[in-house]
């Protein structure tokens, strides 16, 4: 017998303590993000962690998807802390943001250009909780779902109530840390009689940063210089720390209108309305090098003082949705629809050969997009005796387009010169889902569900100026997914739940990958309008035990094998192309254990194992039998929090192992700018509540002032004080 087997059979000798009701908080609680609908702890067919409410208000959460860093199966990258615009969230296994569905209130979040999520702008203070399903879920989600579902639920006002945040922080050590960091968060909302409930909030978020982006050549300083620092590569080649392209800030404000109507008992109705707006930019960029005489060098060989400078960007979106949910006596029906308009989603590159600290050439991108989310769906709780199903049909267009101009100054990303490059698509998604949850018996429920999704890709064109072979256009083309899952949940006594599930997800290609073509130097990095989807089939078992009331413990054993994974071959030494190359396989080990003190708190821990490698790939025979890239081998966390009167203490312990940047795992060298270090990382946070509605709390983050890369210079130890006052 396989080890995957023995653990269930270990936990279940454990003997169930018997004890008084069992506490909502692990046994009633109530999750949809697994079925599509809501279904209790014992009875949900998938892996699925929640961070409630009262998890998120325990600690300094300054990005949504922080909530996110203590859970089992998920990795959080977010190297830069709040500056960072690459972050990302991935599960069980299955790399890229782009392979896990991001979901706020049930409405796709992933960009149409290249599938990634935009943290920037989900306020955690207008969260009520998250969801998160790990696992193959595009049975029931369709595309982006390979990894897992991440659902972040807004929360609804039941009574009055008027918040108010303010809070600041710095650095808190020698390291370089974020400082001047800055909040502001004020809410309003109430419930009108027993049918209207309403919800307005704005918020504010600065930070002036510190120098995380470094000045590494390859070039060694001439003779005389002084102040640079001897390094190397992420592979151990011969590398120079001459400066740094000065403190990397973060300015971003956000305000959301809710509003929730009752028209009946069985009849709900909400509406939601988001604008972000967000920038990142950089402070005065400095130089390490002194000639003799101890004057600044900017410049040296073919080292230009373009190479100090770093470039600004930022977002401006609008997002809306709606949703409105009937139950009658023998079904339950819910229509959705979100509307997500990127109206500029820019940055700004100096160039490296000619641009000054006081102006000079440079180039703008920018990438608008929009994208349409509409599903129906129909659940017919004792359509046949002992099955309920739940079936569906979903609609999803997304556009974007990318243009490049040249600048005359870099400072000045408005003073747009002439285009430089285009390149853009359409993509639209028809989807029909159906799951039966039959009931076989009072202790066993099966789950079997499918779906289709027929998609269609169209208007893909490229154009660069003055390049031989442009502007392209490519035609249209149309391509289907199958994604079947079968889950099994048993619960052979009252404390034990044993799952296991089995599907497939897909992922379709992105415009980015689709129809980005460009050309830099002698060398056309293509895109390609005929690749196909990416899959991977998966299946897990696991057991979850409660001894006694309050405790948790729970074991996982996964597998992926993905397959058609998008890879960019080099055809020659001219031309590098998408193809669906790749394949990998993946397996892994999550284990986690939680006590729950009722209201008073609670202790956790988890660990997760991931051993996953690249099986086949024509595009790189090099990465053939290596690790996938920028997946952890081991992440572990721990850590708990306390109330205790007027006062609330909490604790995060976090370790995230090595991870790859190169496909053939070259990058062995850690402590160097662009590695990816393995790293522990600890916070903890301190609260006290003279008043009733009012909490003063002090946290601290990178407690042990931890010095490590993830691809940047990662910030050092910070402190950060809020006041919040609610009534």
Partial sequence: MNTAALLPLLLLALPPVRAAAETEVWAGQVVGVAARGPKSARKNPGSVSVVARQDLEAKTVQSADQALNALPGVFNRRGKGLMDTSSAVTLRGVPEQKRTLVLFDGVPMNDAYTGVVSFGGMQADDIERVEVGRGPFSGLYGGNAMGGVVNFVPRRPLKRELTLKLGGGGALGPGPAMERMAKGYLAYGDRLGRKVSFL???????????????????????????????????????????????????????????????????DKLSVSFTHTDYSYFYGDPHTYLRDAAGAEVWTYGSVKEGTFLGGGGGRLQNSFSSAYDRKGESYALRLSAGYIDTLKSWYVTPASASALRSGGAGKVSDTPASSLNSEAQLTLPEVLPRHSLTGGLSYRFSEAETSENNLADWRDEQAKGALTYRAGGKNADVGAYLQDEIRLHDSLTAYLAARGDWWRTYDGAAQQPGTAGYPVAYAARTGSALSPKASLVYNPIEKTTLRASAGRSFRSPTVYELYRTWTSGTKVYQGNPDLDPETVDSWDAGVEQRPWQGLKLGAVYFENRMKDLVYRRTVNASLLIYENAGEAFGKGWEFEAEQVFGTAGRLFANLTLNDAEITRNPASAASVGKRLQDLPEKMYSFGGDLKAGRFSFGALGRYVGKRWTSDANTDTVDGVYSSRDPYFTAEARAGWSPLEGLEISLAVQNLFDKVYYDYYLAPGRSWFAELAWKL
């Fill in 200 to 266: 307005g909030s704005y918020g504010y978020k600065y930070t002036s940063g510190f120098p995380a982006d470094l000045n590494v050549q390859s070039a060694a300083p001439t003779a005389g210089l002084s102040g640079w620092e001897g390094t190397t590569s992420n592979t151990g080649a011969p590398r120079y720390l001459v400066g740094d392209k000065g403190d990397n800030g973060w300015r971003e404000a956000n305000l959301a209108l809710r509003g929730w109507y009752d028209l009946s008992d069985a």
